[in-house]
């Protein structure tokens, strides 16, 4: 497939990467390098908040306007904020492709941030931050990376209700203003399409401009907390340890051993704590691999009263890969994930993801690398992984 990728940077400082496909349909992405982690804690939630205010309006289409274009002709709409990138994507039919590039160009050249809209959508932004408050798993998961790191890691990146408050249509336009910028943007697009009418388009619509973001400041740590809570039945609760950032070749070590541990229902931990003891329903697995800061964690709900075996057996099932890991198992784990990896590409927006987050990390032409890098792990580096001697643990349960 790699033969089917292009990346260029464009004279307006534009990064645009390219995956040709000959299934009649495009996705198509605009990103942003910025996100939670390029913010202050006095604007926490600032980038989710633009996010928002991008769909609510330009000069030439209001709201409904925005998502009637995509829409009506067969497409659908969509964005999402992260740590490291704020994105606004649509996938649709491929023979409307420039239309889904005007109408994304638009979004994110001449946003409106119409005061009364402000003020409607910061009360929306206040109920999804109770939404996600009030489920419990959302909850943990929200919080686990405040316990492994202190800076910019410290506040969820939807923010507080405080700092929606303190975030003005001034402090809107200021940020905005300040980041998005050509430089600071990746378009990303899947599917059927030509590439040089990518490239001419983007090329005719944005203007050589140099914006700015902030530097993240993150400094690990270990942290474990308890909070009770009135009113669930369940402990939810994550066990996270750090592991090597994106930049080094034995973070694909880490992806191995998240999979023996916890990947799916054959895994270390699902065997151990479903399948043997019955201790809980949901037991998996996962990780934050960046270049900024990486992390893997496991995240179990459970009853309260059994959580503090739960964690001996977590532990346990590590020492156990540290010292008993053999060449059968680590090959079956990279075959998992190499076949893992292959299913994820068959959707589009899925591959536009993949390609965005390469190419925050390093360069895009690195994800087709992955199974590559997968099968060069080797039995010593999962195993020394596997010793962990710090590691947070988060637990929300039943007061």
């Not at 990728?5 to 464009?10: A, G, S």
């Not at 992405?29 to 939630?45: L, T, Y």
């Not at 009135?230 to 998240?258: C, E, M, R, W």
Request: with cysteine; charged share 30%.
């Amino acid at each position: 497939m790699q033969q089917k990728f292009y990346r260029k940077i464009l004279k307006n400082g534009m990064v645009v990467l390219f995956e040709k496909r000959s299934v009649p349909v495009v996705s198509v992405a605009f990103a942003v390098r910025s996100g939670g982690i390029n913010e202050k804690d006095s604007e926490k939630g600032i980038s989710h908040f633009i996010e928002h205010m991008l769909y609510k309006g330009t000069p030439s289409r209001n709201a409904k306007q925005i998502a009637s274009e995509i829409e009506k002709n067969g497409g659908v709409l969509n964005g999402f904020t992260d740590e490291r990138v704020t994105a606004y994507y649509c996938k649709m039919p491929s023979k409307h492709l420039i239309l889904a590039l005007k109408v994304l160009s638009d979004m994110i050249k001449n946003p409106l941030f119409d005061q009364k809209e402000i003020e409607k959508e910061r009360k929306v932004i206040f109920e999804e931050i109770e939404m996600r408050k009030d489920d419990p798993k959302i909850y943990v998961f929200d919080r686990i990376s405040s316990f492994l790191y202190d800076g910019s890691l410290n506040m969820s990146l939807i923010g507080t209700k405080d700092t929606m408050n303190s975030l003005d249509r001034g402090k809107l336009l200021e940020k905005f203003k300040e980041v998005y910028h050509p430089n600071n943007m990746i378009v990303a697009i899947v599917g059927d399409a030509n590439f040089n009418e990518i490239v001419d388009f983007l090329e005719k619509e944005f203007e050589r401009s140099k914006g700015k973001v902030l530097k993240p400041k993150l400094n690990r740590r270990n942290q474990s907390f308890i909070e009770k809570r009135k009113g669930i039945d369940q402990a939810n609760f994550i066990f996270a340890y750090h592991v090597p950032t994106s930049n080094d070749k034995k973070s694909f070590a880490a992806d191995v051993l998240n999979t023996i541990v916890a990947g799916g229902m054959s895994s270390r931990l699902f065997t151990e704590i479903r399948e043997k003891r019955n201790l809980a329903y949901d037991v998996k697995g996962g990780g934050e691999i960046n270049r900024d800061f990486a992390y893997n964690f496991i995240y179990v709900g459970a009853k309260k009263e059994n959580l503090e075996l739960v964690k001996k057996l977590i532990l346990e099932e590590f020492e156990k890969v540290s010292k008993e890991l053999s060449e059968e198992e680590l090959k079956q784990a990279k075959e998992q994930l190499v076949g893992n990896y292959q299913i994820s590409m068959e959707d589009s927006v899925n591959q536009l993801s993949h390609l965005l987050f390469y190419e925050l990390n390093s360069n895009a032409k690195d994800f087709y690398d992955y199974e590559k890098n997968v099968r060069n792990v080797n039995l010593k580096d999962v195993k020394d992984i596997a010793k962990i001697k710090n590691y947070s643990f988060f637990a929300l349960v039943p007061e």
